[in-house]
């Protein structure tokens, strides 16, 4: 009897610390806060398994602070590349495969939880190959939520934290439609509801008929010529482009106006005006790619002009190096592939890039779910435009009124960007539902080309509070 309860004792201290990382390759010494890493099983008949990385918020009680869930887009992009080490992870890869501390990490406010989403990004596997055929925004809203069910079964400590999700790019589908999700799941009986308190997504694919329209802010900037500009608009736009793409269904006219916009905007990477190029890339192909079959634009490659732009190599250096890969608890099923950026071999249901979302977003906030929606103002993949203006449309179909001021916020002494609220009166108090911002400076990843700022936006976002104000001198 004693000798099976030391068995399942043991089996049990196994399991609740068998995915905590010891420590990182070249991190820092005394490193203040415990970090997780590993699968969480979604399919068993199928053996499908989503990479993770949490790591606790930087605070003497981390239970107090909140769960945030984050997720890049593509689709198909990894979430720990970008998000964890490229943007507001803990640290950063510097030279000689040190790690080096982010000064604005996300956890200094909030635990922090980075999924590889959906199978087939990152050290996201099944063993089911037809799995990776024509996966597509319903699958992976459905794979997602029956992980965080099961993440929470696993830290069961988080059960009754705050919950929030955030994203970018493509997460504009993936968040909404977990969003969604959850509100069902909530619903059901006999469960814990997860406590969802509102969604935050970054420079957002959300329509395809006005997200992507990027000619008139292109032209803004000098970008491309009045003449192009005007082919643009009368030959074909940015939406028709991706819209012929996706059903296979290319114009000669269309590819000969885009070619023309390639060549005036020069080497200059997509989503960031601002960033100077890579010089010395090995695998500067990474992040350049077209999804599986080299035609689809993909929505999340890029890097910010505020940090080194070679930091991509190192963190795919460092991401497979077979230390780190087991210091993580990843790729313990041998993939026949390495680790990247973007890629790998899942055949995502492109079609999928015309599905609006706008209506879904108003949903959630007639379920009264927060929406944040952030835009860097140097983004010519999804410019700010085109999201302040679904902003507007949501803000007047709903009957929201204006809870702020269009105005600039600070991030310390410098104006961070521009944004404005909107809401509705109930239970006898104004409420705000929709937040429009902007981040100055930023390009398609906020969060790497403009840490500080979009520290404070994050924090601002959590507490449901307004963005600072002009400091006082």
């Keep these: 009897?004693?000798?099976?309860?030391?068995?399942?004792?043991?089996?049990?201290?196994?399991?609740?610390?068998?995915?905590?990382?010891?420590?990182?390759?070249?991190?820092?010494?005394?490193?203040?806060?415990?970090?997780?890493?590993?699968?969480?099983?979604?399919?068993?008949?199928?053996?499908?398994?989503?990479?993770?990385?949490?790591?606790?918020?930087?605070?003497?009680?981390?239970?107090?602070?909140?769960?945030?869930?984050?997720?890049?887009?593509?689709?198909?992009?990894?979430?720990?590349?970008?998000?964890?080490?490229?943007?507001?992870?803990?640290?950063?890869?510097?030279?000689?495969?040190?790690?080096?501390?982010?000064?604005?990490?996300?956890?200094?406010?909030?635990?922090?939880?980075?999924?590889?989403?959906?199978?087939?990004?990152?050290?996201?596997?099944?063993?089911?190959?037809?799995?990776?055929?024509?996966?597509?925004?319903?699958?992976?809203?459905?794979?997602?939520?029956?992980?965080?069910?099961?993440?929470?079964?696993?830290?069961?400590?988080?059960?009754?934290?705050?919950?929030?999700?955030?994203?970018?790019?493509?997460?504009?589908?993936?968040?909404?439609?977990?969003?969604?999700?959850?509100?069902?799941?909530?619903?059901?009986?006999?469960?814990?509801?997860?406590?969802?308190?509102?969604?935050?997504?970054?420079?957002?694919?959300?329509?395809?008929?006005?997200?992507?329209?990027?000619?008139?802010?292109?032209?803004?900037?000098?970008?491309?010529?009045?003449?192009?500009?005007?082919?643009?608009?009368?030959?074909?736009?940015?939406s028709t482009y991706l819209r012929e793409l996706v059903n296979n269904q290319e114009s000669k006219g269309c590819n000969d106006v885009f070619n023309r916009v390639n060549e005036e905007f020069g080497d200059i990477d997509s989503g960031d005006l601002l960033l100077p190029s890579c010089l010395t890339s090995t695998s500067a192909q990474q992040f350049k790619l077209f999804g599986k079959h080299g035609k689809i634009p993909n929505m999340m490659v890029n890097f910010g002009a505020s940090g080194d732009p070679c930091i991509g190599d190192r963190i795919f250096t460092y991401l497979n190096s077979p230390q780190v890969q087991e210091a993580l608890h990843a790729n313990t099923t041998h993939l026949p592939f390495p680790w990247e950026f973007c890629g790998g071999p899942l055949d995502y249901q492109y079609k999928d890039f015309e599905l609006n979302i706008i209506p879904q977003i108003a949903d959630l906030i007639m379920e009264g779910v927060p929406i944040l929606l952030f835009s860097g103002d140097q983004d010519t993949k999804i410019p700010l435009t085109q999201t302040r203006i679904i902003a507007k449309n949501l803000a007047n179909d709903l009957k929201l009124f204006p809870t702020t001021n269009y105005a600039n916020w600070y991030d310390k002494q410098q104006v961070g960007g521009w944004s404005q609220s909107f809401g509705a009166f109930r239970d006898g108090k104004n409420i705000t539902y929709l937040t429009y911002a902007t981040v100055r400076g930023a390009a398609h990843e906020v969060p790497y080309t403009t840490p500080s700022p979009a520290l404070t936006l994050f924090q601002s976002f959590l507490t449901g509070s307004p963005l600072p104000n002009r400091p006082k001198h």
């Design 1 to 238: 009897m004693a000798f099976w309860f030391f068995s399942l004792l043991l089996l049990f201290i196994n399991k609740s610390c068998a995915e905590l990382i010891s420590a990182l390759p070249g991190q820092p010494n005394n490193v203040p806060v415990k970090q997780y890493s590993g699968y969480i099983l979604t399919d068993a008949n199928h053996g499908r398994a989503l990479f993770y990385y949490f790591v606790e918020a930087q605070s003497t009680n981390p239970l107090s602070l909140p769960l945030t869930l984050w997720l890049n887009g593509g689709p198909g992009c990894s979430s720990l590349g970008f998000g964890a080490f490229m943007e507001h992870g803990p640290f950063q890869p510097g030279e000689n495969g040190q790690l080096l501390k982010n000064e604005y990490s996300w956890n200094l406010a909030s635990n922090m939880l980075y999924v590889e989403s959906p199978i087939g990004v990152g050290f996201s596997y099944s063993n089911t190959s037809s799995d990776y055929n024509l996966w597509n925004d319903s699958n992976t809203a459905g794979d997602n939520l029956r992980f965080i069910v099961n993440w929470l079964e696993e830290f069961p400590q988080y059960k009754d934290s705050e919950f929030f999700l955030t994203g970018e790019s493509y997460a504009g589908h993936y968040v909404p439609q977990l969003a969604t999700l959850i509100l069902q799941y909530n619903k059901q009986p006999n469960v814990k509801p997860i406590k969802l308190k509102s969604i935050a997504l970054g420079n957002p694919l959300l329509d395809l008929d006005i997200s992507v329209l990027t000619g008139d802010f292109m032209w803004s900037h000098g970008a491309i010529s009045d003449e192009t500009l005007m082919l643009e608009k009368t030959v074909c736009n940015g």
